[in-house]
């Protein structure tokens, strides 16, 4: 079967890689390897907040462009193939839970100034257990008769948290799992530096009974907290899943275009079956990972029942692609590939750290094998 992006998608791609092309450079990227973290700087951050991209899947009650989860990924994608680090993906997707909580109030008291840009956000899930996602979560809120409570445990890998002014942070509610809005001063949270091998801003949160109440507690309007988590978990995975389709694209189109110019005994090197056969397999490989994304984005937005093992797939295959491409380009372009000024190595740290965030393949094999066996084992 066909499938088109739709006028208005192609024109948000569109709009989206030249505005990355004019307004950011790679060389920012360089710099945060040598002084990290590496971050999107504040006009550049106000200029994409002007153009609605944080908003872009919410309400627009809230200010928000009220697209499809394919239209987000599109933005993603195209910051994946820029090299453009976070904060984009967690605030999209912090903004997408709130919005999508029932809890108005506290959607109210923060949505607008995150689409706006003048606070970020982001979400606190995985923990320095071994395992990925909510399943695994063992931070534990405690609550009172009078709604009160307090939050303990330490989370790792939280992205551009140095900076975030809002922590929506995966914890074991009395009743099940859920997320909790903290603020990024709270008393008795602490944020630690950690380190990336593509210097993108990570810490380390830790959590000393902070405090909180029970109107910090994300819910859908039925009251089910696990379902808002899981959900935002997913829409999360899932722009992860595009950023590196985006690394996977660029790192294609820039070694073709290498193997057309390079020349070696007398012929472009892509005039060799070696490489030409390469170059074909790693455009099987992203075209089949575009199809399973866009498969994914479609089930979410449908709340399709199988939609959790289509996110899976999508970011197990693409996490692979992403890592075996970036390595192909590396390798065809031979030793000038691993010099400083080219971008190939670039792509390849930051394919490398996507593909282990939110759970590596196998974690999203697994998580897909498990589904399937239960559904019809």
Same mark, same amino acid.
């Given at each position: 079967?066909?499938?088109?992006?739709?006028?208005?998608?192609?024109?948000?791609?569109?709009?989206?890689?030249?505005?990355?092309?004019?307004?950011?450079?790679?060389?920012?990227?360089?710099?945060?390897?040598?002084?990290?973290?590496?971050?999107?700087?504040?006009?550049?951050?106000?200029?994409?907040?002007?153009?609605?991209?944080?908003?872009?899947?919410?309400?627009?009650?809230?200010?928000?462009?009220?697209?499809?989860?394919?239209?987000?990924?599109?933005?993603?994608?195209?910051?994946? *193939?820029?090299?453009?680090? $976070? !904060?984009?993906?967690?605030?999209?997707? #912090? &903004?997408? +839970?709130? %919005?999508? /909580? =029932?809890?108005?109030?506290?959607?109210?008291?923060?949505?607008?100034?995150?689409?706006?840009?003048?606070?970020?956000?982001?979400?606190?899930?995985?923990? *320095?257990?071994?395992?990925? $996602? !909510?399943?695994?979560?063992?931070?534990? #809120? &405690?609550? +009172?008769? %009078?709604? /009160? =409570?307090?939050?303990?445990?330490?989370?790792?890998?939280?992205?551009?948290?140095?900076?975030?002014?809002?922590?929506?942070?995966?914890?074991?509610?009395?009743?099940?799992?859920?997320?909790?809005?903290?603020?990024?001063?709270?008393?008795?949270?602490?944020?630690?530096?950690?380190?990336?091998?593509?210097?993108?801003?990570?810490?380390?949160?830790?959590?000393?009974?902070?405090?909180?109440?029970?109107?910090?507690?994300?819910?859908?309007?039925?009251?089910?907290?696990?379902?808002?988590?899981?959900?935002?978990?997913?829409?999360?995975?899932?722009?992860?899943?595009?950023?590196?389709?985006?690394?996977?694209?660029?790192?294609?189109?820039?070694?073709?275009?290498?193997?057309?110019?390079?020349?070696?005994?007398?012929?472009?090197?892509?005039?060799?079956?070696?490489?030409?056969?390469?170059?074909?397999?790693?455009?099987?490989?992203?075209?089949?990972?575009?199809?399973?994304?866009?498969?994914?984005?479609?089930?979410?937005?449908?709340?399709?029942?199988?939609?959790?093992?289509?996110?899976?797939?999508?970011?197990?295959?693409?996490?692979?692609?992403?890592?075996?491409?970036?390595?192909?380009?590396?390798?065809?372009?031979?030793?000038?590939?691993?010099?400083?000024?080219?971008?190939?190595?670039?792509?390849?740290?930051?394919?490398?750290?996507?593909?282990?965030?939110?759970?590596?393949?196998?974690?999203?094999?697994?998580?897909?094998?498990?589904?399937?066996?239960?559904?019809?084992?």
């Amino acid at each position: 079967m066909d499938f088109e992006l739709s006028e208005e998608q192609n024109l948000i791609r569109d709009v989206a890689a030249r505005f990355l092309e004019d307004n950011w450079s790679s060389d920012i990227r360089r710099k945060g390897l040598d002084e990290p973290p590496a971050t999107i700087p504040s006009e550049l951050w106000s200029e994409i907040a002007a153009m609605g991209w944080l908003g872009i899947s919410v309400g627009e009650d809230v200010g928000g462009g009220a697209q499809d989860m394919l239209s987000a990924a599109i933005l993603a994608e195209a910051a994946g *193939a820029a090299l453009l680090p $976070g !904060p984009l993906i967690s605030t999209m997707a #912090a &903004v997408t +839970a709130l %919005d999508r /909580s =029932g809890n108005q109030s506290l959607r109210n008291a923060h949505i607008r100034a995150l689409i706006q840009g003048d606070k970020r956000a982001t979400l606190a899930v995985e923990e *320095a257990n071994g395992c990925w $996602g !909510p399943d695994r979560v063992e931070a534990r #809120a &405690v609550l +009172a008769s %009078d709604g /009160s =409570g307090t939050l303990t445990g330490t989370k790792i890998l939280v992205p551009d948290g140095d900076g975030a002014d809002l922590f929506l942070v995966a914890a074991r509610l009395p009743d099940g799992l859920g997320l909790i809005a903290i603020a990024g001063d709270a008393p008795g949270l602490s944020v630690t530096p950690m380190r990336r091998m593509d210097g993108q801003a990570v810490v380390e949160v830790q959590l000393d009974g902070v405090p909180f109440d029970e109107n910090a507690i994300l819910a859908s309007t039925d009251g089910d907290a696990e379902r808002v988590l899981r959900e935002a978990y997913d829409f999360w995975s899932v722009l992860l899943a595009a950023d590196l389709l985006g690394i996977s694209s660029a790192v294609l189109e820039i070694t073709t275009e290498y193997a057309k110019e390079r020349v070696q005994f007398g012929r472009p090197i892509g005039s060799f079956q070696a490489v030409s056969h390469k170059l074909a397999d790693n455009l099987v490989d992203v075209e089949i990972g575009r199809s399973l994304l866009y498969g994914a984005c479609l089930a979410l937005d449908e709340e399709a029942p199988d939609r959790e093992v289509l996110v899976s797939a999508a970011k197990a295959y693409l996490s692979d692609t992403a890592v075996s491409v970036s390595e192909s380009g590396l390798q065809l372009h031979g030793g000038i590939g691993y010099t400083w000024e080219l971008d190939i190595h670039l792509y390849l740290r930051q394919a490398r750290c996507n593909a282990a965030s939110l759970g590596d393949a196998a974690h999203h094999r697994e998580r897909a094998a498990t589904y399937l066996a239960d559904s019809f084992g």
